[in-house]
């Protein structure tokens, strides 16, 4: 059975942190996604990774950044951790030819104070 | 500008009603349009993806259609199991796309 695993389901952090959610898959895809949802928004891409040490901007790249030093590791960073960063975070991933069939980890739910 | 809507934002059925969602897309040059389903506390589940107007895929009780401005997902004699927020995706740019709000759906026993 596939399987994403994000390290947290919840997290609370105080605002001016640095933020680090992990996300693991163990389908051994070549790409992996971090975006956030929030009510009434459709899914919004921060960033994506196409392959080790490899990453792509997104729509929302600006507060963030990711790093990928082994395949089935995807880390999304929050340098300075804001309120308006308070969503919900979901890690995906997918292989090369089914870019659009992303498999989704369960996602941790991030409120900054 | 390139946008997602679904329509209704909420639908609340009785078990066995059955009725359709609504995903109507403005971007230029679709290249696929996809539906998840996303239940509460968990991430979306990949269901269909649609690639040409004209085109069904069909999934238990759900079918769904693509037009060149929308897509319908029809769910026929619903269940409570079915309950679930749906989502619409489109292909925006190579590895990218535009997600729409979603359709929460209640099926009432």
């Known amino acids: 059975d596939v399987k994403v695993t994000q390290s947290s389901r919840y997290l609370v952090k105080r605002t001016g942190e640095k933020v680090f959610l992990e996300c693991v898959q163990d389908?051994?895809?070549?790409?992996m996604f971090w975006y956030r949802q929030d009510p009434g928004l459709g899914l919004r891409l921060i960033y994506f990774s196409y392959d080790v040490k490899m990453k792509e901007k997104g729509d929302i790249p600006e507060g963030y950044s990711v790093s990928r030093e082994k395949k089935e590791r995807f880390s999304l960073i929050l340098e300075s951790a804001s309120t308006n960063q308070t969503s919900m975070y979901l890690c995906?991933?997918?292989?090369?030819?089914?870019?659009?069939?992303?498999?989704f980890g369960p996602g941790t739910r991030l409120t900054v104070t | 500008e390139d946008q997602v809507t679904q329509s209704p934002e909420a639908l609340r059925l009785q078990e066995g009603e059955s009725s359709s969602l609504n995903c109507s897309y403005t971007v230029s040059g679709l290249r696929g349009l996809f539906w998840y389903r996303q239940d509460p506390g968990k991430g979306p589940e990949f269901l269909f993806t649609?690639?040409?107007?004209?085109e069904e895929k069909e999934k238990e009780r759900l079918k769904a259609t693509l037009t060149k401005k929308e897509s319908f997902l029809h769910i026929t004699a619903p269940k409570p199991e079915d309950s679930a927020t749906y989502l619409c995706?489109?292909?925006?740019?190579?590895?990218?796309?535009?997600w729409g709000a979603g359709t929460k759906l209640i099926i009432k026993p």
């Open positions: 995906a991933s997918s292989t090369t030819g089914g870019v659009y069939e992303q498999y």
């Open positions: 389908m051994d895809h070549e790409n």
């Open positions: 995706a489109v292909d925006y740019l190579a590895s990218q796309l535009i």
């Open positions: 649609l690639y040409s107007a004209g």
